[in-house]
């Protein structure tokens, strides 16, 4: 299998294979739901706070394992996911039908609006759950750092947008340059072990996917709920 750029087509076909199937009716029904249904269900789904809800009983668990063990730990750290885990995309994706497109400039107004452009304009809101777990981290003397597939280019922008919306982040780790890997897991499970070899002892990590969690270096993971993209 060739390897995967984080920047590639393939990342826009996935997330619209993953429109076309994600509906149970796939499986149920034994038909293909039309993109439409799908994309009003994923509607649905975030415009009524069935989403929220979702998210926020998993970073309740978070933050009460946050509270059991940063008292119980040398160096005790977390490490967050950017996006959909601590920063909202979803005005990018919506404008979109909910599709996932990488490349290109963002038009908010009309579509399509590409995540990267959209990231570069720093105007993604914090996820209150997050934030919140965030700042209880702070208040217990607890570093939080944020690993993201986001490319290098970003930096500024990103670490901008998460101190506006109140975040204070002990490290944020980017792509490298020109780098790609087959799966995030390759590059975030040895980020996370950078940072336990500094000493840290990672309480817990938290991410939309499973390839920010995978790979080990943390001693229990979150897994937040997406009803939009994959990322392998
Ligand atoms: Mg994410």
Known sequence: MRPLRFDDRA????????????AAACASSGTVPTLFDTQARIERYISS?????????????????????????????????????SLSNWPAYRVNGWAR?????????????????????AASKALPPTLDLAKRADAL???????????PELREATERNLRQEGYR????????????????????APERRKIAEQGYTIILSMGDQ??????????KTFKLPNPVYFLP
């Open 11 to 22: 990342h826009t076909r996935a997330a619209i294979l993953a429109l076309v199937c994600c």
């Open 49 to 85: 706070g069935e989403y929220d809800k979702d998210f926020a009983a998993v970073v309740r668990r978070a933050r009460s394992y946050l509270e059991t063990r940063a008292p119980a730990v040398t160096r005790p750290a977390i490490v967050l996911d950017i996006d959909e885990t």
């Open 101 to 121: 497109i990488t490349t290109g400039p963002c038009d908010l107004e009309r579509g399509p609006c590409g995540v990267r452009a959209w990231q570069a304009m």
């Open 141 to 151: 003397g607890v570093a939080v750092f944020f690993i993201t597939g986001r490319p």
């Open 169 to 188: 982040p002990a490290g944020v780790v980017l792509l490298p340059p020109g780098a790609t890997f087959k799966s995030a897991v390759d590059f975030k």
């Open 210 to 219: 499973a390839s920010d969690l995978d790979g080990g270096y943390a001693e």
